[in-house]
């Protein structure tokens, strides 16, 4: 019996284990494949507020904020439901802006959520790339980068944020009063150079202005009309090139306009003005010949420059092409200014023919003049000469007789030195002559009489040349001394 019933049940339970696996693997399952999310939206709980539109939490019924990524699980579907979508793909160049479904509502005057748990726009913005959004609790709108080339520049505009005249008021006093910063609504004091720049539009609105030189042309059905001082229409055709600073961009975008709104604002009526006002003062002719034309394009180029340099404006230049008159008297002004012309050329001519008889007779009377004052200077320089020559030889003669004068002076000087000379060696000698006296009377005196000092003086002449000497002795005898000869007798010889 029992085996029986075991061959009975073996069957039946693995009948109900295939069912169980197959309404788990089936039923339950729930498996995003790449690039999708799973959606839960839960049949069993408690019912959602009146105002709300997902569940609060899991015990909620409805929409559950939270998504299921690439993946497998499993869910019991009696009390869940599912929903598959693709994620949220973001291509390259551009970027996502979320727009929350659920939550409180937004303040009065707001467009922005203030926070998590309001609806609205998100200030924060998605990148590039692939997101897992609840499109049950979030709208993506999708925008392109913006991109500011080189030579432009961004111009911002606060779309949310203080009213300019709430709270404190902005100040109006300078030229850019109605520029604001970050925390009010408005244009920007502050630029976007150039890149890419991600900026949710809902917030901020960037327009973006061409800083590099314009060029503007009126001519043809664009030229520039007005009546001349005597009455006659002037069309005018030329080029304006200029460019707009960084610094003013945002207050010409706020005040006046785009790039064409500055054109036919400021620029076109500032140009037609001037060209009304000041053609109005110059008759027709005055356009057609003459220097008036260069003269009005200066007085443009200037008036321009100080009109537009209130706004921020560079004029870079202002060029008058042509000025344009009736046909009707062009023909006619240019024929009389060529007849004029004409006839100032002839009176000319006259004038120079009269200018080079006058200019011919100028130069005769001028070499006339010329050989006069040559025979005139020959006079005078001859004179000078002869002048010059008699001063020569009187000052000569002078410079010969005081030469002769010094000379004599000088052989009297030369006699006179050498009867001072002699005299001189006159007293000398006889000094000396006197003193040798002197001397030789004191040596007689010495010696005793005259005799006495010859006989020293022979002496005194032999002795130092004589080497020994022999003489008697008293018994007859012979006997020598030898002598040391000596130099001098004064320095103790014998």
């Known amino acids: 019996m029992g085996k029986i019933l075991s061959a009975l049940l073996l069957p039946f339970i693995a009948a109900v284990l295939s069912a169980v696996f197959l309404f788990i693997w089936y039923g339950c399952r729930i498996e995003p494949g790449n690039g999708e999310i799973a959606v839960l939206i839960r049949k069993t709980g408690k019912n959602l507020p009146s105002d709300a539109i997902l569940a609060p939490s899991a015990e909620y019924k409805g929409v559950q904020l939270e998504v299921l990524g690439e993946g497998r699980y499993f869910y019991n579907p009696y009390t869940w439901d599912w929903k598959i979508v693709p994620v949220t793909d973001i291509p390259a160049g551009k970027f996502g802006v979320l727009v929350r479904k659920f939550g409180k509502n937004l303040p009065e005057g707001e467009i922005i959520a203030p926070g998590p748990d309001f609806k609205g726009i998100v200030r924060e913005v998605l990148g590039t790339g692939k997101h897992r959004i609840n499109p049950f609790a979030y709208d993506v709108h999708v925008h392109d980068d913006i991109r500011i080339m080189p030579g432009n520049i961004g111009v911002v505009t606060n ?101 064409d709104d500055i054109l036919k604002k400021l620029i076109l009526p500032s140009v037609s003005g001037f060209a009304r006002i000041e053609g109005s003062k110059k008759s027709a002719t005055e356009f057609i010949v003459g220097e008036s034309r260069q003269v009005f394009q200066n007085q443009l180029e200037e008036f321009l420059r100080k009109t537009c340099k209130v706004w921020g404006i560079s004029i870079n230049s202002v060029l008058i092409r042509d000025i344009l008159p009736p046909q009707e008297i062009a ?164």
Do not use: W
Not at 416 to 425: F, Y
Not at 454 to 483: A, C, D, H, M, W
């Open 331 to 494: 023909e006619i002004i240019r024929n009389r200014e060529l007849a004029e012309q004409e006839a100032k050329k002839f009176k000319q001519q006259i004038e120079q023919a009269r200018s080079a008889s006058a200019l011919e007779q100028q130069r005769m009377l001028a070499q006339q003049r010329k050989s006069k004052v040559q025979a005139e200077t020959a006079r005078i320089t001859a004179e000078i000469a002869a002048r010059q020559a008699q001063m020569q030889r009187t000052i000569e003669a002078k410079t010969d007789l005081e030469t002769a004068s010094i000379q004599y002076q000088s052989a009297q000087a030369a006699a006179q030195a050498k009867l001072v000379l002699a005299e001189a060696d006159r007293k000398i000698i006889a000094a000396k002559n006197d003193s040798e006296v002197q001397v030789l009377k004191r040596n007689v005196e010495a010696y005793g009489s005259g005799d006495a000092y010859v006989r020293g003086l022979l002496y005194e002449k032999l002795g130092p040349r004589i080497q020994s000497i022999l003489t008697r002795g008293l018994n007859g005898g012979l006997f020598g001394l030898p002598l040391v000869p000596v130099r001098n007798v004064d320095q103790g010889g014998k």
């Open 159 to 259: 779309l949310a944020g203080n009213d300019l005249f709430s709270g404190a008021a902005n100040d109006l006093k300078n030229a850019n009063g109605f520029l604001v910063d970050k925390s009010r609504k408005g244009v920007l004091k502050e630029v976007l150079k150039e890149g890419t720049h991600r900026i949710n539009p809902y917030i901020r609105s960037i327009s973006i202005v061409n800083i590099q030189s314009q060029r503007y042309e009126f001519s043809g059905k664009d030229a520039i009309g007005f009546i001349s001082l005597d009455g006659f229409p002037i069309s005018l055709e030329g080029t304006v090139e200029f460019n707009i600073s960084a610094e003013s961009a945002p207050r010409l975008t706020h005040e006046v306009g785009d790039m």
